[in-house]
């Protein structure tokens, strides 16, 4: 079975879509392929995203994820903007949504976690919607 792309979005590709592409992988890996890029790039996520997924989730976000552009990405199939505050980058998709999320950036530990719980159940319910078909996406077998 081919899964979809599913590509989280945001200008800066260092904090919010990087926390999405490590819970993507890690808790909907069975159901689409996760991807995160901007249409900037920062030299390093956000230390205290990577800090606390890894505190929370074992997952090492700086030696499996990087920051990159929209062309360094394939071809995607679900676009998930972050809530940029500005205008979202723009990437070709069957669906797209916005989930609407603060950066956390320069917040406290425990902001930061409020970000990342939504993050973990919008992932959770975005994989429940694709494997029962209620996110219809052409082409894809369930």
Same mark, same amino acid.
């Given at each position: 079975?081919?899964?979809?792309?599913?590509?989280?979005?945001?200008?800066?590709?260092?904090?919010?879509?990087?926390?999405?592409?490590?819970?993507?992988?890690?808790?909907?890996?069975?159901?689409?392929?996760?991807?995160?890029?901007?249409?900037?790039?920062?030299?390093?996520?956000?230390?205290?995203?990577?800090? #606390?997924?890894?505190?929370? =989730?074992?997952?090492?976000? *700086?030696?499996?994820?990087?920051?990159? #552009?929209? *062309?360094?990405?394939?071809?995607?199939?679900?676009?998930?903007?972050?809530?940029?505050?500005?205008?979202?980058? =723009?990437?070709?998709?069957? =669906?797209?949504?916005?989930?609407?999320?603060?950066?956390?950036?320069?917040?406290?530990?425990? *902001?930061?976690?409020?970000?990342?719980?939504?993050?973990?159940?919008?992932?959770?319910?975005?994989?429940?919607?694709?494997?029962?078909?209620?996110?219809?996406?052409?082409?894809?077998?369930?």
């Amino acid at each position: 079975m081919i899964k979809p792309k599913v590509a989280f979005i945001c200008v800066h590709n260092s904090c919010r879509s990087q926390i999405a592409e490590a819970l993507g992988k890690q808790l909907a890996g069975d159901v689409f392929e996760s991807f995160s890029a901007g249409t900037e790039t920062k030299p390093q996520i956000n230390q205290d995203a990577v800090m #606390l997924i890894k505190q929370i =989730y074992g997952i090492d976000m *700086e030696k499996t994820q990087h920051s990159k #552009l929209l *062309e360094d990405i394939p071809p995607i199939d679900v676009v998930v903007t972050m809530g940029c505050n500005v205008a979202c980058p =723009y990437l070709p998709c069957k =669906y797209r949504e916005d989930w609407g999320l603060e950066d956390p950036t320069g917040k406290s530990d425990e *902001e930061f976690e409020k970000i990342i719980q939504l993050i973990e159940q919008k992932i959770l319910e975005l994989k429940r919607r694709i494997e029962t078909g209620e996110l219809s996406l052409a082409g894809f077998q369930k």
